[in-house]
Each structure stands twice: as C-alpha cells, then as structure tokens.
C-alpha cells in the first residue's frame, strides 16, 4: 500500500501514538523481510571513515528509536547507518503528554518529549543481539534529575554501558527539552566534557583493543559569533566528529500557525535553511579535521544533497521519513551522490 493512503490513518491519531502504530507496522513487514520492499532498489554509495564502512550516506538521526527496539525494520528501509537513543543512564519517562505536535502545513514537528527512555542497561540486549550490517550509533544523555556539573558522570556511565555494542557514540547536549541541558556546550563545559569521555573511550580502547569514535551533537541556536569557539573547544576535546544539527527553539516561518507557541524543538521544513546556515558554519571552522554529520530539515533529495554539497560527509533524516514515509529513504539514497574526497 503506498504512503499516501497510510498516512491520513497514522495522521489521524495524536503524533506519539502514530509512532507506535508505524513501528508495529513496520516491525510486522520486517519480521517476514517485507519492510525492504519498501526500500526498491538500493545502490551501494559507500562512504568509509570513522574507520566504519557505510553503505550508503543516508542515516537514521537519534530519537526515532530510542530504545533500540526496531533495528530490524530500520534497516531494511534502506538506511546507511542508524543512530538510536537517546539513552540515559537510568530510565525516565520524560514530560507529561502531549509533548509531540506536527504543524502539518509546514512539514514540521515540534516535540518536548525530554528523553524518555527505558535507561541504557536495557537497549543492551537488543544492541548486542542486532544482526543488522549497518553500523549503528547510540546517542548518550544526562538524567533530568542530574546537575549539570555531575553531567560527566551520567555521559561516563553511559558509555562504559555501551561500549562493546557502540559503532560510535555521540554525546548529546544540545536536546532543548532537558533543562540547561545546552548550557554544556560553553566552550569551557564542552572542552572538559568531551575531553573526559574521550579519555575514558581511550582507556577502554586499551581494554578491549576496539575502538569507538566519539560525535557530539549540537544546536543550531548557537550564534553565528559563539559557534567557531564552541566547535574548537569539541575539537580540542578530541571528538572524532560533529553532528549539526538538533531541533531549534526558533520559530521562524511558523510564528503563525496554533501550535507554534507548544515548547520544545522544532524540527522537519522550517529548520532546513537555518541547520543549513549552521551546517556550513560547522564545515568552515572544521576545516577538514573531522568527518561532519548533516542533519535537519531534509524532506527532498535535493535537501541531502545540498548538505552533502556544502560539506556534510554524512546525513540523517527524521521528521522527513514522517511526512514522506518509509520510501523516503531508498528515495534519497538512489537520488544522492556521496561527497568526494
Ligand atoms: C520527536 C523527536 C525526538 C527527538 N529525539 C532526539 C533525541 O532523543 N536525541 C537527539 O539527539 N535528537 C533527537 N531529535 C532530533 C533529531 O535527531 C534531529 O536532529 C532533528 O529532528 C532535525 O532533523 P529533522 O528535521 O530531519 O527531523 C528528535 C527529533 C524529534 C522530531
């Protein structure tokens, strides 16, 4: 059944029950195999780095799969890579409901969901017994009940937690619904921060003898003038890649619309100039020195091209795959082509 006829009975129910009944959809089709039908045809558009093989450059951006509990079916649709969590140290069930609105008109959502997880121990299992061959991600946060100048502590555990099953690990502080959950990416903050998390991995790295590459994920309410310092203190920190960007707190191109006034981050059309704006910003004060993951507001091929054009060696989707549906993704990855070296 196409998209087009699903979607009016998904957009029919509150957002957050939608999500479950796709997923139960999807994990139905994907049980028998048949969720890669809705893939079509998939070329191999390979992008090596990270020392990770990605078979094409279309992944999966954090939140959709919290839990880890839909590699399967995700990876059938088509996706290069898939990035699950956020996962918190322990379990929380994030804000009151409703806390996810779509703004149909504007091929957006806002969403103030707050990291409602099921705690990092139990996506183990389901990460460790995976058998998906792409690689897979895991978005790390803190507790809602956590100071931030403990912060470290719950971004530690997390990663020891997850260590073995990680292809990479990104660190999230840019989440608007975690309160000063931002105020981490100061430069100061996030130097130590990330320099902490980066020294753990490489004594874990010892221990093990596997390496695991450290993203962070940022805002893209970071002004124009803090952003080059904010990305050199990552940098220094010894991140392995950034990830730009998260939803945004913005309300441009929206103002107008009933539910434009619901807190939380705004994601999907109206985000995709300003996440580009970010995006290049990112690529001019990277320069060259690690891999860039582009994400917001992608809702057409030429949306993944251009960030892979201005830089980005990597992008993730999710509000498109909502208003475009589970085709969208074999769409972008016949419709792109990968960056070059
Ligand atoms: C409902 C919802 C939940 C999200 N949850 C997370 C999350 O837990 N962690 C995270 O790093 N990003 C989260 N995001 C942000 C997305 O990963 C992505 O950065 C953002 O939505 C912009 O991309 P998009 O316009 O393609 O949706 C969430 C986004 C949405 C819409």
Request: proline residues 7%.
């Amino acid at each position: 059944m196409p998209y087009a006829l699903f979607r009016p009975l998904l957009f029919a129910l509150d957002a957050e029950q939608a999500h479950h009944a796709a997923f139960a959809a999807l994990d139905a089709q994907a049980a028998f195999g048949l969720a890669r039908l809705w893939a079509g045809h998939l070329p191999e558009k390979p992008v090596e780095l990270l020392g990770l093989r990605f078979p094409n450059p279309i992944g999966l951006a954090a939140g959709l799969d919290k839990n880890a509990c839909h590699l399967r079916g995700l990876a059938q649709l088509g996706f290069g890579f898939i990035e699950v969590g956020t996962l918190t140290p322990r379990p929380q069930p994030g804000n009151p409901k409703p806390r996810m609105f779509r703004l149909i008109e504007h091929e957006a959502l806002i969403n103030r969901l707050g990291f409602n997880n099921d705690g990092v121990e139990a996506a183990l299992p389901r990460l460790a017994a995976r058998s998906v061959s792409v690689p897979v991600g895991v978005n790390i946060g803190k507790n809602a009940t956590t100071p931030n100048d403990r912060a470290h502590d719950d971004y530690l555990a997390c990663l020891r937690a997850v260590y073995l099953q990680a292809d990479y690990v990104t660190v999230n502080v840019s989440s608007p619904n975690t309160k000063n959950l931002r105020d981490l990416q100061a430069p100061k903050a996030i130097r130590a921060l990330v320099r902490s998390i980066v020294d753990e991995r490489d004594h874990l790295q010892r221990l093990h003898a596997r390496g695991c590459p450290i993203a962070v994920k940022i805002a893209p309410d970071i002004t124009p003038e803090d952003l080059p310092d904010v990305v050199e203190a990552i940098l220094d920190g010894g991140a392995d890649a950034l990830i730009s960007s998260n939803t945004t707190l913005s309300r441009e191109g929206v103002e107008a619309h009933p539910l434009a006034h619901e807190t939380g981050g705004l994601s999907g059309a109206p985000l995709t100039a300003r996440a580009d704006r970010v995006l290049k910003q990112v690529v001019a004060a990277v320069r060259g020195r690690v891999p860039i993951i582009g994400v917001g507001g992608i809702m057409s091929v030429a949306d993944a091209q251009r960030k892979l054009d201005l830089g980005a060696d990597l992008v993730q989707v999710y509000t498109g795959l909502i208003y475009r549906g589970p085709g969208f993704v074999g769409e972008l990855v016949r419709g792109i082509q990968p960056r070059r070296a």
